[in-house]
Structures are given as structure tokens and as C-alpha cells.
């Protein structure tokens, strides 16, 4: 379980981080939608496994979004020692 979790949240929070840092507010505001909208993008952190996102989800037998939310609010409460 725990190589599953490693899968899941390693590549989607870099990504996640990616998408705050262009934001003016950081993690504050960012919103999974927005994530979901720059995964999407292929120009947008290019080099970020599109396919290990999708796929680590699907692993942990959870829905993206809910993953995404839930990646988000826990960057967000610890937003001060990540400085995002």
C-alpha cells in the first residue's frame, strides 16, 4: 500500500506545487479544477508524467479530483514550512 500511496502523491504534488508557484497567491487559492485544467496542458510542467498521475489515482482507488483536493488542503496546512 504504501509503494501505491508513494505512486499516487509523488508526481501529482510536484505538480500541484508547479501550479502554485505561478499563481500570485500560491497554494492559498489554488482550486482542483485549476489543477485539472494545467494537467491538461501538455506545455505546462512538461516534464511531469501525465499517465503516473492518472495512473496513481487509479491505484489507491480513489477519484483525481478528490486526490487532487485532498493533496491541496494538506500542502495548504503546510504551506509556511514548504513555502508555497
Do not use: W
Not at 15 to 44: N, Y
Amino acid at each position: 500500500m504504501l509503494d501505491k500511496a508513494l505512486l499516487a502523491c509523488d508526481e501529482l504534488t510536484g505538480f500541484i506545487v508547479a501550479c502554485a508557484q505561478v499563481r500570485p497567491e500560491g497554494i492559498a487559492t489554488l482550486e482542483t479544477k485549476s489543477v485539472i485544467k494545467k494537467l491538461k496542458d501538455k506545455g505546462f510542467a512538461a516534464k511531469v508524467e501525465r499517465d503516473e498521475v492518472y495512473k496513481g489515482a487509479e491505484l489507491l482507488g480513489v477519484e483525481l479530483p478528490d486526490h487532487i483536493t485532498f493533496l491541496i488542503d494538506v500542502l495548504k496546512r503546510n504551506k509556511q514550512e514548504l513555502a508555497i
